[in-house]
């Protein structure tokens, strides 16, 4: 999936959760996309997305971006950007 527009929002919350544009880039890359509600997405790392991560990235991000994950609109912006703290469900 191709990262397109990231909303103001979305951009306070990389920086105060200390995100760097390359982890979102890299979350897009190789995260997975599941259906959440009213027609938003949301992108994350599954193990497989996880396995790939960890041949091309060192382990100190890895660590730290194995838990994001970031909710879609729509139109595909990028509307909030987070790390998980339950599990992500799968509909």
Same mark, same amino acid.
């Given at each position: 999936?191709?990262?397109?527009?990231? *909303? @103001?929002?979305? /951009?306070?919350?990389?920086?105060?959760?200390?995100?760097?544009? %390359?982890?979102?880039?890299?979350?897009?890359? &190789?995260?997975?996309?599941?259906?959440?509600?009213?027609?938003?997405?949301?992108?994350?790392? *599954? @193990?497989?997305? /996880?396995?790939?991560?960890?041949?091309?990235?060192?382990?100190? %991000?890895?660590?730290?971006?194995?838990?994001? &994950?970031?909710?879609?609109?729509?139109?595909?912006?990028?509307?909030?950007?987070?790390?998980?703290?339950?599990?992500? /469900?799968?509909?």
């Amino acid at each position: 999936m191709k990262l397109g527009i990231v *909303s @103001s929002h979305a /951009r306070m919350s990389m920086k105060r959760r200390g995100i760097p544009p %390359q982890a979102l880039e890299t979350l897009f890359a &190789y995260g997975r996309v599941e259906h959440a509600s009213h027609g938003s997405r949301v992108v994350y790392f *599954s @193990s497989e997305g /996880r396995a790939v991560l960890s041949k091309s990235a060192p382990a100190n %991000q890895i660590d730290r971006w194995v838990g994001m &994950y970031a909710v879609l609109d729509p139109q595909n912006e990028v509307i909030t950007v987070g790390y998980r703290t339950n599990r992500i /469900r799968r509909h």
